[in-house]
């Protein structure tokens, strides 16, 4: 009989992490990710791991953002020797995030969960799958599919071969993407499982059908017209490529214009730019055939800032500009200062392009806050903040159920990686709608014989 253990992302969004254990005792980790948010949540990185991670036969990554492979480098001191599969791009994006990590941590001087020379261990056990076909790991049989989330993403397919185990094949969604999204391919369905393992991140809504792009062309339009500053702040790995993407499409097609600077101050962002730039072949079609024509992410007024004295000369630039930076939530990184400088301004918009986490500063200000605090500081918000859902990089509620739809003989259903509410509201959703009844809601450190 397989067991799963929760080790995150249970009743939070962030911190992924499962330990799939076989009929005969061996075990495997799926994600190790960072969790993100408010101080009580955060704390929870410095929570002891509860495994055993020298029992582990290996680990398997469904994709790079900081809540799925953050902690991964923690694995080492607790004795774990295996190796670590997941897809090539996943590899190059997952390096650049742990190193990142490793130097904001240094600093930011933060409690260090790991430094640089351990995150480069880390990634030398890194091994590279390729989407579709089949490979072993302990008494598991493991196939990934494109998640259409970010570059390289995956869905997982795991059968225990073992013969004591009556549920033999359990599917981890990870994090489902937007699909169809504008950069990557449409998301992969699995026909069959005994457990599924699904993500909830926005199990009680539904995106809007309003178009990005037209939100976009708004914002900007408007600081044209008034000078002011249009800030965004946007994750490094996918939501900066896409914006990066329909800017250039918006100033090709003469909607916003030539001479508006965009900055790009953000340098994971744009070593992740990179890195997408060598796998056009995993991309959309329309996006790989740009590339034979330049960058799909390049355009007229594109400024890259590179050090924290030309970030911070951006403050002195006259005239109107678009400033996109991390983090995506405002929980740290060069958005911050940005903030702290043009908030307290009428002529400041700010739009928020993803999912804000309860108690970041993103939710705050889309919970229209009158004053927040940054780096200990009261800051007044004067400024115009806006949203949108429509490039959420995460499948709402109507594309769960469908992914869902596809997987026939379900017996158990897990649900994870979402707020309470979240995860509330599709398990009736999935009730009603599929008539699956065997449905949890784990929470932190519970273990299930499936």
């Known amino acids: 009989m397989m067991k799963l253990k929760f080790l995150g992302a249970a009743g939070t969004v962030t911190g992924s992490s499962y330990v799939l254990t076989s009929g005969s005792g061996q075990s495997i980790v799926i994600d190790l990710g960072m969790f993100q948010g408010v101080p009580s949540i955060d704390r929870l990185n410095y929570q002891p791991y509860d495994y055993d991670c020298s029992r582990l036969s290996g680990a398997v990554l469904t994709h790079a953002h900081l809540d799925h492979c953050g902690r991964l480098p923690i694995l080492l001191p607790k004795g774990f020797e295996g190796s670590i599969f997941m897809t090539a791009p996943t590899r190059d994006l997952t390096e650049l995030a742990l190193l990142d990590a490793a130097k904001v941590a240094k600093q930011d001087k933060k409690e260090i969960l790991f430094d640089k020379d351990l995150a480069l261990r880390t990634v030398d056990g890194f091994k590279v799958v390729e989407y579709s076909v089949s490979f072993q790991v302990g008494d598991f049989q493991i196939t990934m ?33 937007n699909s169809p999204e504008d950069l990557v391919k ?12 699904i993500e909830s991140t926005y199990g009680d809504r539904v995106h809007p059908s309003s178009s990005a792009a037209e939100k976009l062309q708004s914002e900007v339009n408007a600081i044209e017209a008034s000078g002011g500053t249009l800030l965004i ?34 340098p994971m962002g744009e070593k992740a730019t990179e890195i997408y730039g060598r796998y056009p072949e995993v991309l959309n079609v329309h996006i790989s055939e740009e590339f034979s024509h330049g960058t799909p992410f390049e355009f007229p007024g594109l400024e890259v800032i590179y050090g924290k004295e030309a970030s911070d000369a951006i403050h002195t630039r006259t005239g109107p500009k678009v400033i996109l930076a991390g983090s995506g939530m405002m929980t740290g990184g060069r958005i911050l200062g940005h903030a702290a400088h043009y908030l307290p301004m009428n002529s400041t918009r700010l739009l928020t392009v993803g999912f804000q986490g309860e108690g970041t500063l993103g939710r705050q200000l889309l919970e229209e806050s009158k004053e927040v605090m940054i780096d200990k500081i009261a800051v007044p918000v004067k400024a115009t903040i806006n949203s949108t859902q429509a490039m959420s990089s995460h499948a ?53 014989h499936i």
């Open 186 to 197: 449409p998301t992969e369905f699995f026909s069959f499982a005994d457990a599924v393992v």
């Open 396 to 448: 709402d509620q109507s594309q769960l159920i469908q992914w869902l739809k596809q997987i026939k003989n379900v017996k158990k259903l897990f649900i994870t990686h979402g707020e309470d509410p979240s995860r509330t509201a599709l398990a009736q959703k999935v009730k009603a709608e599929l008539g699956i009844q065997d449905i949890t809601l784990p929470q932190l450190n519970d273990e299930v």
């Open 233 to 266: 702040p946007a994750f490094s790995l996918e939501k900066t490529q896409a914006l990066l993407h329909m800017i250039m499409h918006l100033k090709k097609d003469g909607k916003i214009a030539d001479k508006t600077p965009i900055f790009l101050d953000s």
């Open 145 to 177: 599919r494109d998640a259409g989330h970010i570059l390289g993403s995956a869905s997982l397919e795991i059968t225990d071969t073992h013969p004591n185990s009556q549920i033999q094949t359990i599917v981890f969604s990870g994090d489902l993407g």
